[in-house]
């Protein structure tokens, strides 16, 4: 069965960096679109960034333009999501997702917990 | 603001039937037949319960149900349980240029 494990998370000062990685298993990562997603503390859902099956296109969601970078190396079934110039506004718990087509995610991984505090 | 409008929260009792509605516009749910619904149990992760508006995926039970009317999509779970009390979100696709829109969320209490 398909599995997908976050690592990375952690507490960040504002303006820092963080790289959070996902370990994908049991199914071939090159055969899907892959994405985060995140959840504030109390919210709900939002996708974050999305990434097709051979790495060449990437979608974000406005308010993080231009900090995050989603990439992914299907040799190594990882997925990755590079976070600069973090603000508070980004913390929240951030989720690997396997886009089954059109943001329909059918394998979540845990999340892991994403802290902008000074 | 979600960009999906969803009740913040149902109630029912065991057995009962709840919809949980999740309205968008003529650019998403109205457009797409890809809206899809997550339910959420505390600090856990969201699970797949329908896809493409009425496709229930392996596992699911058939007691969970969608449908699409215009701009609004709506979730129904029948012989409700306690085990389907949880928190519930509508997704939909809206377009090539843009990612997929969350709605804010329902809360089902099963009473």
């Known amino acids: 069965e398909a599995q997908l494990v976050e690592s990375g998370g952690g507490l960040v000062q504002p303006g820092g960096s963080l790289r959070l990685s996902c370990a994908a298993s049991?199914?071939?990562?090159?055969?899907?679109?892959m994405g985060w997603v995140r959840q504030a503390p109390g919210k709900g859902l939002e996708w974050v960034a999305n990434i097709n099956k051979g790495g060449s296109e990437r979608k974000y969601v406005d308010s993080v333009k231009g900090r995050f970078t989603i990439s992914r190396d299907n040799a190594k079934n990882a997925l990755y999501l590079q976070m600069n110039s973090l603000r508070a506004e980004d913390t929240a718990v951030y989720y690997c997702a396997r886009d089954c087509d059109y943001y329909e995610v059918d394998y979540w991984g845990q999340g892991t917990l994403v802290t902008v505090s000074s | 603001q979600s960009v999906l409008t969803q009740p913040r929260s149902v109630s029912g009792s065991p057995g009962q039937s709840v919809t949980i509605s999740c309205t968008g516009t003529?650019?998403?749910?109205?457009?797409?037949?890809?809206v899809s619904w997550y339910q959420q149990h505390p600090g856990k992760a969201p699970k797949l319960m329908i896809s493409?508006?009425?496709k229930r995926p392996s596992g699911v039970p058939d007691r969970f149900s969608g449908s699409k009317s215009g701009n609004t999509a709506s979730l129904t779970i029948s012989g409700l349980q306690g085990e389907d009390e949880a928190v519930y979100y509508c997704c939909s696709f809206a377009g090539d240029y843009t990612l997929g829109v969350f709605g804010g969320g329902t809360r089902l209490t099963v009473l």
């Open positions: 493409d508006v009425t």
């Open positions: 003529s650019n998403d749910v109205g457009y797409y037949n890809y």
């Open positions: 049991g199914f071939t990562l090159s055969s899907y679109w």
